[in-house]
Nanobody, 123 residues
Framework: QLQASGGGLVQAGGSLRLSCVASGFTFDDYGIGWFRQVPGKEREGVPW????????YYADSVKGRFTISSDNAKNTVYLQMNSLKVEDTAVYYCAAAIAGDYDLFDYHDMDHWGKGTQVTVSS
């Protein structure tokens, strides 16, 4: 299971940090990351942490602004979002997939989903 938290309302240029706590599995065997979705659009992969080789990946739209990190002792993944833009407004979902059993940023391949958390960036 995944439990996400940390969304909220922030002005453009501000920062937020999302957290995702995993239970029932460890990151060694999974990849874990965040998707976001706005009404009428498909879920978009944002950052991804590959637990088996500890590699991170970022969508072009967030490179240089977002950072994903993990605390294995707490089984928690964090998403630090800086220099937020209005277009970052979305519901953010954390998700996990078994290592080697997914295509990067393909939401169809996820095995676990957390509840979404709303991020709203105002101008």
């Amino acid at each position: 299971q995944l439990q996400a938290s940390g969304g909220g309302l922030v002005q453009a240029g501000g920062s937020l940090r999302l957290s995702c706590v995993a239970s029932g599995f460890t990151f060694d065997d999974y990849g874990i990351g965040w998707f976001r979705q706005v009404p009428g659009k498909e879920r978009e992969g944002v950052p991804w942490f590959s637990g088996d080789d500890e590699t991170t990946y970022y969508a072009d739209s967030v490179k240089g602004r977002f950072t994903i990190s993990s605390d294995n002792a707490k089984n928690t993944v964090y998403l630090q979002m800086n220099s937020l833009k209005v277009e970052d407004t979305a519901v953010y979902y954390c998700a996990a997939a078994i290592a080697g059993d997914y295509d990067l940023f393909d939401y169809h391949d996820m095995d676990h989903w957390g509840k979404g958390t709303q991020v709203t960036v105002s101008s």
